[in-house]
């Protein structure tokens, strides 16, 4: 299985040049214009289902494909698409190298014509010593792509990126990049193996100046299923995708992923490996947060297990679901290369109607915080068959703190320990604010709504009043059975009204004594 992938932060830098020597930075093709509408890539992602699949060549030369992502970070697009056009956005190119060898197709559209992107070695520069040992062909290609926005400050311009089968990451203002988005899933962590989507071909629509907004479309191909994809993006404090996919299945799909998002969490608060590790706390995202159509809001503390586990929760018509960092404090975290607390959250809402179905939570036990661990993804209970369409649309939001998700008194941090001499039962210690928490009187009454799997002895629980940060507490001991995880589910109430939403977990038996 290969779910993880490489988080080395790649940048692309854009290096002074002298007068003299400026080159022209990339240009569209206008010979080989031809007309653009959404409906043109849908109609050829249909096609594509009606025919043979048919594996890209690997293009990249020998030396670039033993790139490690250090090295590969070390190749440089000096020419941006639009750089001197005074238009909110610049594009900077990836070539093909390292593991990105595969490679994709790039358009512009203007005025309702797309033009053809050209490869052209001359627009990368190869930076320090690799310059002698690394040579960028005059006949490779294009990897991908990433935006930069150019009212940012120069060191925080960079905002989203494309690039690896159908990756791709955004960051709000300010923040580093985290968590990853994908176009599609197939089969993650079922033994026939995981199949990765991927998009090759984009079309960049020219953005109008002054108008902050910018629409991206791609074809999307794969062995099993084909799809036409608009990418709505508009950068800020938020940074927010719109998402509208049209998929067409060539053939009968064991498990259709929709909306994937990959993150990495190695450990914090009693969860995970620490393994030698000193800081408190490295991970990408803390929670899985969850919204039902009934209005239940669910948070499930992520975990580095020692096996891969997963987890399914069946919703009806979901409200979103997202991968959180909670804890936005530097000294949680201690990292100064890493910086933790500045990794977006990501919430995806739908924008029509996905029916029944389940979110999937994959954990996979790691010892590297440079490897993706945590994947998450909605799995409809009807996925299409061969010759139907699904119509996909919902909303990414790379945000750094949302006062309405959860929109009520929700769990804010998780810890967990052990109970020497107890037999392996597990202490657990979870924090309650926001919403009317806030506003309630100390001397409220509340308890604590704890049910928990068959086999489970519930030891000890109680709910305490935390008056430093007026919000609550709940403290407890659990036994779980020996052979298997129980599952712990646990929220607020105050004469039968509840006030949060519900905490659950899978919790292992302690192997101290």
Known sequence: ?????????????????????????????????????????????????????????????????????????????????????????????????????????????????????????????????????????????????????TGYAQQHDEFLSFLGASYFRAVNKDAVYGT??????????LPSGEIFPYFQEFWLQRPRPGVHHLTIYALLNSPLITGAYRFEVTPGKSTQIRVHAVLYPRKKIRQLEIAPLSSMFWHGRGRGIRAGDWHPQQHDSSDLIMANGDGEWITRPLNNPLYTQ??????????????????????????????????????????????????????????????DNIVTFWVPRHPPQPGQALSVSYRLDFLRDAADLPPGGHPVATYFGTVPHSGGSRRIVVDFAGGGLGRLPANTPVQAHVSVGAGTRL???????????????????????????????????????????????????????
């Open 310 to 371: 997963v987890t399914r929760y069946t919703l009806a018509h979901p409200r979103g679901f997202g991968l959180f960092q909670q804890d936005r404090r530097f000294t949680s975290y201690e990292g100064i290369y890493t910086q933790y607390q500045k990794r977006p959250s990501v919430w995806i809402q739908p924008l029509n109607n996905w029916g029944k179905g389940q979110v999937e939570l994959v954990e996979l036990p790691t010892n590297n915080r440079n490897l």
């Open 180 to 189: 990853s988005a994908r176009g599609l899933g197939i089969d993650t962590a």
């Open 1 to 149: 299985m290969t779910i993880c992938k490489s988080k080395f932060n790649i940048r692309f830098i854009v290096l002074p040049l002298c007068c003299g020597a400026l080159l022209a930075a990339v240009a569209p093709d206008a010979a080989a214009a031809t007309p653009f509408a959404f409906s043109q890539v849908v109609h050829d992602a249909h096609d594509l289902a009606q025919s043979a699949w048919h594996p890209r060549p690997v293009e990249a030369s020998k030396s670039l494909r033993q790139l490690s992502p250090q090295a590969y970070g070390h190749i440089l697009d000096t020419h941006p698409l639009w750089k001197h056009d005074g238009l909110p956005f610049e594009i900077l190119f990836y070539p093909l190298g390292g593991t990105f060898v595969h490679p994709v197709r790039i358009n512009v559209i203007r005025n309702g014509q797309a033009y053809p992107i050209h490869y052209d070695s001359k627009t990368f520069s190869v930076e320090g010593a690799l310059a002698k040992k690394v040579h960028i062909p005059k006949n490779g290609g294009y990897a991908g792509f990433l935006v930069k926005d």
């Open 459 to 513: 030891i000890h629980s109680a709910v305490r009043f935390d008056p430093t940060n007026h919000q609550w507490q709940w403290r407890a001991q659990i036994l779980p059975p020996a052979n298997h995880p129980t599952n712990v589910r646990v929220f607020l109430e105050s004469r039968d009204h509840t006030l949060s939403d519900t905490w659950t977990y899978l919790l292992q038996r302690s192997k101290k004594s």
